[in-house]
């Protein structure tokens, strides 16, 4: 049987850790190393599912990523037990081989009896020895040392080093091998300092990288809590302002509201996400560091020194990486502090207000599924998507994200869509009026409409008590009709007295309504009785128009010639409020024919021919 001196210390210790190895797993390469000496290196890489030699860089897979899914070395795990359970003897006196030890030289490298430990610190040359008990040393505890004494030489120590063996030797071995070979030595003491030194710098390194990291958190969370007062600023000027209508405005309240946690929760996701990856770089910076740091421990050579070697190259490169830079927080705030509340009317009239500040970029650009498919109409359906009708096929719902969620009636010539608050629908096509339900199936309502060879297509809207308002554009028919979802005939008529009412839209809170003048491309605002309120246009551009949900207007403002597009924001009584859109660039249609639309969610679509794009804040 092996005695715990016969097994040299150097095949049974880990080249990371520098102890006993402890479940041993072996690599592809057949290099050994401690379960959980592997577990920290693979936290250091990027990929979990491969693991790195740090001996010889060779890659090992790891089985779902899991390090205790590689082999055991069971040879060397059971020589590392059996040696574990012998109790060493003395290795000075050679009087009784059961002798027990108490403690171990690390400088000498003997196990010592009690009286060799007297002995020991009696003899004034090595009595400033590093002397340690015999039990930390068989617990793990500490990691002995093991004797430099040559090999080949045993009275000699090894007192020199061989670069390109990467192992420390005699001087007699290097005269007589080494240098012969053509290789370099130099003093074993002058490598240790070098190794020390390596670390040292390697540690400082890390101390200050750490030290700049923690600051950009603390920026972070600086620039949180800035944010944070901002949108509180925003709650209360929201706050403010509604206590000075009435209560028809908490709809409106409680949507201005959401629209702020909406943001919050983006800035906070934003700066949550620079945090955790900020720890985790420390984590990481850590983990590597603890590795290097074992380099301390004894002198490296051979398997030990390759693996030390290709730490210290890993922490190097990790910490040669570039510090965060604190202006992306800081651009978090920039962005939450250019926002404001905005009332868009006056204090005695019901709209609360919208919030600003914020940039519009286009989020999708689709061509529609038939080029030139006659696309008639457009409007947001209750579900949260964009419904697109046109005259070939059928009615296309888009998503916000501009993903086709699904094609319905592709029979119908469809010409103009509106929702009921059921989500049923009301579609026209060129000769009658028909309502669907929320499954799309037709249902037995029948409306007594004018057909498109009387009055022509006008526009269609529905307000928020479901009345239904079908136009007619022919001059000698032009009227807007009111019926309800019961069908029949009209339940008021509004005649129109030099407008056309193309297209047509319902003011939430009044019984207002928004309508495209095609014969002068103008956007015109009627009261409740179809008398002009307000008319907004602009020279040499077409106007598009359409209602929010939060009752305030867009316009699309399109440069028919020039392809470009511009949509800006109003109020109720049509006063501008902000830009969103500047000359953006579409691809030209052979028609002049758009349709402009906000979806539930508050990106904003907009429709050509063949196109549909979506417009979105950030």
Partial sequence: MATFHQISSQNLECPICLTLFNQPKLLTCSHTFCKGCLERVSQTQASQQTITCPVCRKGTPVPSGDVSKLQTNERLSSLVDEVKAQSPTCSVCDMDEDSLPVSYCQDCGNFMCKTCEINHFAWKPVSNHEVVPVSEVLSGKVSHRRRRKCKTH?????????????????????????????????????????????????????????????????????????IATMLRKLNDDIDKTYEEYMQVLSDRKEALKCQVKQWSEKFEKELQTMKEESRQTVSHMNAMEELVTN???????????????????NLKSFLGRGDPDDQSPRSVTERAKKMSFRRYVKVNELCLGGLEGYTWNVKADIELPIKDSMMNCMTRAPDGNMAVGSYKDGIHLYSPDGELRQTVLKDV??????????????????????????????????????????????????????????????????????????????????????????????????????????????????????????????????????????????????????????????????????????????????????????????????????????????
Avoid at 430 to 437: P, Q, R, T
Avoid at 541 to 554: E, G, N
Avoid at 560 to 588: A, G, M, P, W
């Fill in 154 to 226: 045993p009275s000699i120590d090894e007192d020199c080093f061989c670069t390109h063996c990467r192992e420390n030797i005699c001087s007699t071995c290097g005269m007589l091998e080494h240098m012969q070979a053509g290789h370099q030595l130099e003093k074993a003491a002058v490598h240790e300092g070098k190794v020390m030194k390596n670390i040292k710098e390697l540690q400082e390194w890390a101390k200050l990288k750490k030290t700049t990291i923690e600051n950009h958190i603390d920026c972070i969370e600086t620039q949180r809590n800035e």
């Fill in 295 to 313: 380099g301390m421990k004894v002198p490296l050579e051979k398997d030990a020194l390759f693996a030390h070697d290709t730490l210290c190259e």
């Fill in 413 to 618: 010539r469809v010409s103009k869509i509106g929702f009921l608050a059921d989500g049923r629908s009301v579609v026209r096509d060129e000769n009658k009026m028909s309502l669907y339900s929320p499954q799309w199936e037709k249902l037995d309502v029948t409306f007594e409409t004018m057909r498109f060879d009387e009055g022509g297509l006008g526009g269609l809207a529905v307000d928020r008590v479901d009345n239904i308002y079908v136009g007619y554009n022919i001059m000698k028919f032009r009227k807007i009709q009111v019926f309800t979802p019961q069908g029949g005939k009209a339940v008021r008529e509004i005649i129109c007295h030099g407008y056309s009412p193309w297209q047509l839209f319902s003011f939430h809170a009044t019984g207002k309504l928004i309508l495209e003048d095609v014969t002068v491309s103008a956007v015109v605002c009627l009261d409740g009785n179809g008398k002009k309120e307000n008319v907004l246009k602009k020279d040499g551009m077409f106007a598009f128009p359409a209602v929010c949900r939060d009752d305030s207007v867009i316009v699309a403002w399109v440069k028919h010639k020039e392809d470009l597009v511009s949509i800006d924001r109003y109020t109720r009584d049509l006063e501008q409020v902000c830009n969103i859109i500047t000359d953006f660039k579409i691809q030209k249609p052979e028609r002049l024919w758009y349709y402009l639309q906000e979806f539930e969610s508050g990106e904003i679509a907009f429709c050509t021919p063949d196109r549909l794009y979506i417009f979105d804040a950030i």
